[in-house]
């Protein structure tokens, strides 16, 4: 599994902290999917870029993200230098910024990714055959911090592809065409024990026999090809090229059951659905894809294939897990038309689906620009409901073979590919994009409506209101409304959110804004020619993206009533008798292609409707006799037959049979904000997904710590600069405006030290050396740090008995270098000397001596960034300290800064600014005393003007 089906729910604090696994019912499953209430933002954040072969894996752990796949090379955004990283390297999510630190050292390319529950290691999966200088085959664990091999897992040796990887406990699933691991017999699936690498017998179902067998002329290798556990860990869904598991029909699909002593097939859980051939003499197996839904029950498989109707061919399909019966059938089917999906990922609130596909919204497969296709190149958002395409569309321009890899997390989606841009070459991301939560929107939802209610009735220019609850109306009032017009044309009205829409004669959907009293203006409603991409050619010829009309809009004029509900268009036609029902987004407004109607829902007098609406779980239908009637409905069965309501409470000298009727909006509620915080340290990771509205979606967060910062977001992070109580404030705003807020103390407590500061000392040079003294103050015994920032990348030597701490932080035109040592007792006033080379070079050094650190070094942890651009804002990096003093550096080169300004609560020890073109500046502070255990950093000291640096966190000890 390619690390998408499962993921490790890390409450981080600023970006990095404490790692916190959420327990499973039954088997645990290491891991949790995307839990966010936004769709991501259709911008894409800072990535680096890959410059040849194709992303095929991506794995998430706090800040750091990992990409594999089939390149060599890469590059840090905005920078000219090229790295030969190959097949696998670490960036950091939040800058952006490639960790060179980083070297698994792989001969071969990678295609799964899967962390440790922890987050300390990374299962890798590929072609590879060496990881450095020993021999490995195909599949390894490595340190998430340095690449290296992890002792004590022995590489089990399978004797043909891995192809996904699953974590569920402690047993790592395997995939792909071997038949055999640690010579032990597995047919395209085995399990290991996560922490040896020891092959175990909990899943030997083995698969057999080509998809295409007998007919068909590709021969791939038979085995499967794609996992996805549950989050549960009691199911796992397995796709590939094979017709058996042991020895069942399952034919490219089949469920497993995870029981506490053994993994089997599912005996009560089989589709036919995969059985069609698709483009048989081409490759076997069509099924590319499976994820499964953050709350188990459902999966959804993206399939190729080529267009064949009455097939899942080039579609995403969503299946029940809890169904059962041997012939199982999709609950929705997205298909594109004629072109293939090769991925899927899903969150709460999407379906995220990408490939070559140019449009979405088929009414089946088998041919492109059929009617109600919406345009949505190589990327889409499917309602989890219903398969609907959503609002957002960044789209991939050129779509080369596809976007192969998505992975949906709790802080955005990232999109692995073989081409190099986001929108029609709008956004250069060379075969990798991430789209976050954050600047995202939430998507459109619609309840059923409830009674009592409003009803409106529009007829000529007219608008009139009564109150219905089901078994009694008032008389008919006429409402004084702004923004009518004549309303003869209207062919069935509803309302979705404060948009009342309708069709009308002129064969078009349309929209007003309505709050009860107040029309907008009108609004066509026209996503099948979406003004991005209609015009954008698709392919080498004069093809565009330009989608078509559903059918339904040809047959608005005969319409005689519409309803929403349960993510379905209920509308009448005249002329017939019954109830017909499309697929509906409340979101993007676009139009399911295929009509259904519902069962038993003819009626004698059907054919007279004049009016349709949905409320308490019936369609009512007002008739031509000026009857209402009633039958109750639920995703698109009837539940009953048809009830005359008029009588009692309820006449027919009430208007049922003309003009249009619809329920009219509710007065919004307010939202109620919650939240809940852990922190680590002075590091605190805040969660305010508890925040609800009862009538809609929280749309935004903002939050106040308490300490004179704000942030956004569901889930944000901060790191306090020192201990105490703090009143944090929530306030989330809803999709109508209106706000909630809460408050609750956050307290960091405050830990004893032995630490104590001495003193510093420090020099601006440009020379071949720079000097400084140690402080006069220190005495044996101190901990020493001395810290050089110079314009150049050349690292400069430790100085004579110096011991250099961590990696230099640099960026294309400056390094910084820590090192320290324990003084001794004639080392005060000494001078500590930096040589920069032959040629002078502007440079800072400052030297720090500190009191009761350890015997064997002051520094026991440190952590470095560079910037790639300018920017005034330089932020800290994160560092686990023991629960004592931090020390942060900062750094520039720049021909123009002045001055350097620390946050706030943090205690300047040295301000250095140099003269000149191209100067280096430095920036020390302290903490001024300890801070709690944990994560510490993300501080940020400003510069007057735009720079790019270096920043250094040093935790002491």
């Known amino acids: 599994m390619r690390s998408r089906q499962f993921r490790i729910v890390l409450l981080v604090s600023a970006m990095l902290a404490a790692l916190f696994v959420t327990a499973a019912a039954g088997p645990p499953a290491n891991a949790d999917q995307a839990h966010h209430r936004l769709i991501p933002s259709a911008v894409p954040a800072v990535t680096p870029n890959i410059l040849d072969g194709k992303t095929l894996a991506i794995a998430e752990v706090g800040r750091k993200v990992f990409v594999g796949g089939q390149f060599t090379t890469i590059q840090n955004a905005g920078t000219s230098a090229q790295l030969a990283m190959p097949y696998l390297f670490e960036y950091d999510r939040v800058t952006g910024v490639i960790d060179q630190t980083f070297q698994p050292r792989l001969d071969g390319y990678v295609v799964a990714l899967q962390a440790s529950p922890d987050g300390s290691a990374l299962y890798v999966a590929g072609t590879f055959k060496n990881a450095g200088t020993t021999k490995v085959r195909n599949i390894i664990k490595i340190d998430t911090t340095t690449g290296a091999l992890v002792p004590g897992f022995q590489n089990p040796s399978p004797n043909g592809s891995i192809l996904d990887l699953a974590l569920v ?13 640690a010579t032990l017999p597995r047919g395209g699936l085995a399990s290991l024990n996560a922490t040896t690498g020891a092959v175990d017998d909990y899943l030997k179902v083995n698969v057999d026999t080509n998809h295409n067998w007998p007919s068909g002329t590709a021969q791939a290798p038979v085995g499967v090809a794609k996992l996805a556990a549950t989050p549960d860990g009691t199911r796992l869904v397995a796709i590939g090229n094979f017709k058996h598991a042991d020895g069942l029909n399952r034919d490219q699909l089949a469920m497993i059951d995870l029981n506490a002593d053994s993994a089997v097939v599912d005996p009560n859980w089989a589709t036919t659905r995969y059985t069609p051939a698709c483009q048989k003499n081409a490759f076997d197996s069509y099924v590319r894809d499976v994820d499964t839904s953050p709350d188990s029950s459902y999966f959804v498989v993206a399939a190729s294939g080529a267009g064949y109707n009455g097939t899942l061919c080039d579609s995403a399909a969503r299946f029940e897990v809890n169904a059962t019966g041997q012939d199982i059938q999709p609950t929705w089917q997205a298909a594109t038309g004629q072109d293939s999906l090769l991925s899927v990922a899903i969150a709460d609130n999407a379906v995220y689906v990408g490939g070559h596909q140019k449009w979405m919204n088929a009414q089946q497969s088998g041919a492109n620009q059929q009617p109600g296709q919406v345009p949505r190149p190589g990327l889409a958002a499917l309602d989890p409901d219903n398969g609907m395409p959503l609002t957002w569309n960044p789209g991939r321009n050129p779509r080369g073979d596809g976007a192969e890899e998505l992975l949906a997390t709790d802080n955005g989606l990232y999109v692995g590919s073989d081409t190099d841009y986001i929108g029609d070459h709008l956004y250069y991301r060379p075969k990798l994009a991430f789209f976050p939560i954050d600047g995202g929107y939430a998507p459109v939802s619609q309840p059923d409506p409830t009674l009592p209610r409003t009803l409106f009735r529009l007829s000529g220019t007219a608008t009139t209101a009564r109150t219905f609850t089901g078994t009694s109306a008032t008389a008919s009032t006429t409402v004084t409304t702004t923004g009518g017009t004549n309303w003869n044309n209207v062919r069935g009205a509803f309302m979705i959110g404060n948009k009342m829409v309708y069709g009308s004669t002129d064969g078009r959907m349309h929209y007003r804004n309505f709050d009860g009293a107040n029309f907008g203006p009108d609004n066509v409603i026209d996503p099948y020619n979406d003004p991005t991409w209609s015009t954008v050619t698709s392919g080498g010829g004069t093809a565009t993206y330009r989608g078509s009309f559903p059918t339904l809009y040809g047959q608005l004029s005969s319409v005689t009533g519409m309803a929403y509900a349960n993510h379905r268009l209920y509308y009448t036609r005249s002329g017939q008798n019954k109830v017909n029902w499309r697929w509906f987004s409340p979101d993007s407004l676009v139009v399911g292609a295929a009509e259904f109607s519902v069962p038993s829902s003819s009626f004698p007098l059907l054919h007279d409707v004049r009016n349709l609406f949905y409320a308490d779980g019936k369609l009512w239908a007002g008739m031509t006799t000026n009857d209402l009637w009633s039958m ?44 809940t915080n852990s922190c680590s340290g002075q590091a605190c990771s805040f969660d305010g997904s508890g925040s609800a509205d009862a009538d809609g979606t929280v749309v935004t967060w ?108 640099a960026t294309d035109a400056m390094t910084t270098v820590v090192w320290q040592k324990v003084a001794a007792a004639d080392d005060a006033g000494r001078n500590v000397t930096v040589s920069l080379g032959a040629t002078a070079v502007k440079a800072t050094l400052t030297v720090l001596a500190y009191s009761g650190t350890s015997a ?30 931090v020390v942060t550096v900062w750094a520039d080169r720049s021909g123009t800064t002045t001055t350097f300004t620390e946050p706030a609560g943090s205690t300047v020890r040295q301000r250095l600014i140099g003269t000149g073109g191209g100067h280096a500046d430095q920036l020390v502070v302290d903490t001024g005393g300890p801070v709690s255990a944990g994560q510490f950093g993300d501080q940020v000291a400003t510069t007057d003007v735009a720079s790019k640096g270096t920043s250094v966190t040093l935790a002491l000890r």
């Open 169 to 181: 406990g402690n047993r790592l699933m395997l995939a792909g065409s071997f038949t055999t691991v």
């Open 632 to 675: 109750p409905v639920s995703n698109g069965i009837a539940s009953g037959g048809w009830t005359k309501v008029t009588g009692t409470g309820i006449d027919t000298s009430q208007g049922w049979s003309s003009g249009t009727m619809f329920l009219g909006p509710l007065a919004n509620l307010a939202p109620n904000a919650s939240f």
């Open 702 to 809: 903002a939050w106040d710590f308490g300490d004179n910062t704000t942030g956004s977001g569901i889930t944000p992070n901060h790191v306090y600069a020192t201990p105490g109580t703090y009143q944090v404030k929530l306030t989330v705003t809803d999709d109508d405006g209106a706000t909630g807020t809460v408050t609750q103390p956050v307290t960091i407590a405050a830990p004893q030290s032995q630490i104590g500061y001495r003193d510093s000392t420090g020099k601006v040079t440009n020379a071949t050396t720079i000097v400084s003294p140690i402080p006069a103050t220190t005495q044996a015994g101190d901990g020493l740090i001395a810290v050089v920032s110079a314009a150049t990348t050349a690292v400069p030597p430790a100085p004579a008995g110096w011991t250099q701490v961590g990696a230099p932080a």
């Open 856 to 885: 064997s070094g002051p520094v026991t942890a440190i952590a470095g960034s560079a910037e790639t651009a300018t920017t005034t804002g330089h932020h800290s990096p994160l560092v686990t300290t023991p629960g004592d003093w």
